[in-house]
Structures are given as C-alpha cells and as structure tokens.
C-alpha cells in the first residue's frame, strides 16, 4: 500500500515537473528506482516460503507461482535491456552524425577562409 501511495506521490510530481518545465522525464529515475525496488520485494515474498504463506492469495501454489514469477521478471528485464541498447545505439548514431557534421563545417569554414585570406 505504501509503495501505491509512493508511485502515486511521484507520479504526481513529474506532472507538476512537466507543466513548469517542460520536460517529460524529468522524475523518470525515480519512477524506476521505486519499481526495481518493489520488483525486488515482490521477489522476496515470493521466494521466502514463509512470507509468500503469509502475505500470497495462493499460498500452497509457491513453487508453481514463483516459476511463473521468475519467467515474467525475466521477460521485463529482457525488454529493458533491449530498450536501452537500442537507445544507445540511437545515441551513438547521433555522436556519429554530430561529429560528421562537425568535421563538414569545419571544413567549409577552412576553405572560405583560405578564399578569403
């Protein structure tokens, strides 16, 4: 319930950051960080017999939930992965880009002056 309340609060916050700011993702790191950690509890309960006895609608299926658990983890950690590598493949592209472009101008710039000079 408190982890609700924390992601509600956050959530909250990035839409006032956005409406003074302008930027979209200015509060995103703390959205992650509050889902890795909830991740990480949610994990816990379910592998820690006694909690997942405890705090799980369906206490006597563990064994069955946690593997299921586990594929679906596993499955947001892939697509994350993927997600990043394609934004840094986005991001080198660009550098690369940028750098080309730097190299055109200064060139132009050499040989206007050379004109000039």
Known sequence: MAGAAIAVAI???GVGQ???TGEPHALSGANNALAVLLLLLLVTVVA???LAE???VLP???VLL???FAALILSFGYVALQSVQAGERRLLSIESELSV???MQLGSLLVVDVLDG
Do not use: K
């Open 11 to 13: 959530a909250a916050a």
């Open 18 to 20: 956005f409406v003074l």
């Open 101 to 103: 472009a730097r190299r």
């Open 66 to 68: 946690a593997g299921r």
């Open 60 to 62: 006597h299926r563990g």
């Open 54 to 56: 405890r705090y799980l």
């Open 48 to 50: 820690v017999p006694r």
